[in-house]
C-alpha cells in the first residue's frame, strides 16, 4: 500500500474500499439490508484497509459490526464516515455531534480516521455550526481528520470565512465521463486531498484505450484507469462485489505509468 499525507500530517491509503452497496439486497443502493457483509470480510483478507462509509448508505451498523469483529486491528484501520447535509443532522450543534456519537457507537470506536460533511450545507449558519463541531471533536481527538465531499469552489471559499481547521480532503467524483479539472487545480493550490468517488466510471472507447495501454504491463484497463488517479495524487475508494476485482484493484504498485500514457489517459 502507498499512502497519501494529509495537510495535518496523517497518512491516508492511497487505495480504500467504498461500502455504499455492501449489505444490500442485489447489491442496490436503495434496497433492504442484509445481515453480513461477505465482500467486506474479503476486501479485509485482500488487505484493505481503509474503509470509506456514509450515514446515508444506512449500513453504518452492519459496516461497524463486521469491521468491530474482524481479526484486523483498530489501529490499522482508516475509516472514513460521512455526515449528511440533512435537517435532522446538521439543524443544530447538538444534532450534529448526536450523529456522530451515534456514528462512532455504530463502529464500536472512539475516534474516527476522516469525517466528512457528505454534500455542501447551503446555509452558512449550518455549514458554521456543523464544521464547528467537527473542529471540536477533531481538537478532542475522537476525529484525526475533518473534511468535505462534493464540495464546488464556491463552497469551499464559504468554509474558508470561518474554519480554523482547514479540510483535509475533499471527495468528489472524478472519473473519465467527470474529471473535475478545474476543481482538481483549486484543490491543489489549497493543499486539499482529492477523493475520488466513482473512478471506475468510463465509456467503452476509452476503456478500449485503456486495455490497450495495460497489455505491456499484463494489467487490466481498470487497473490502468485507478493507477492513473494515484500517479496523479488522488485517493481512489472503489467498490466491487467481486473478490477477483478487488484483488486486482489492490495490486497496482508494481508498475508505472509512462508520461505519454499519462497524457493519452489524460486527452481521453
Ligand atoms: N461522496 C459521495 O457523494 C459518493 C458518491 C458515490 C460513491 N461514493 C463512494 O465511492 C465508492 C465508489 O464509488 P462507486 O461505488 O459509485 O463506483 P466505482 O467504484 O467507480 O464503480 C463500482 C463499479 O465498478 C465495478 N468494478 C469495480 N472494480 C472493477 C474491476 N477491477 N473491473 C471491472 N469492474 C469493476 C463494480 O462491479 P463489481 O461489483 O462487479 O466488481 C461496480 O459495478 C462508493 O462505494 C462510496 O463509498 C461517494
Known sequence: MEYITLNNGLKMPIVGTGTNTYGKENNEYNAALTKEIPELLSALELGYRSIDAAIMYRNEELVGRVLAESTVPR???????????????????????????????NFQTDYFDLLLIHFPIEDNVQLKNTWEVFEEYYEAGKLKAIGVSNFEKDHLEELKEFAKVKPAVNQIQINLKETNKNLLAVLKEEGITPVAWGPMKAEPHQKEILDEIGESYKKSGAQVLLKYHIQRGVIVIPKSHNRENQASNLDLFDFELSAEEMNRIENL
Open 75 to 105: 489501529e490499522e484501520l482508516f475509516i472514513t464516515t460521512k455526515i449528511p447535509a440533512h435537517e435532522e443532522y446538521i439543524s443544530s450543534k447538538e444534532a450534529t455531534r448526536a450523529a456522530i456519537d451515534n456514528s462512532l457507537k
